[in-house]
């Protein structure tokens, strides 16, 4: 879900697109004292209880592709 929002962020050079209009809810997390569990869960739309019980290890998703997320986009 995070690089996707990062991907939908990117501008389109021509002006006759318009930009999908998906922004992240939520608050941003403390880069000081970050929430426990994954650190996007404040801002996820997919967060669930153990997003904020557990931290995702990274692992493969795809051949080629990891992600450290227990709901990865595929």
Known sequence: PYTALLLQAIPVPDPDVRPIESVATGEPPSPIAPPSGCRFRTRCPRADQ????????LREVAPGHSAACHHPLV
Not at 50 to 57: D, G, K, L, N, V
């Open 50 to 57: 153990r997003c904020s019980a557990e931290i995702p290890e």
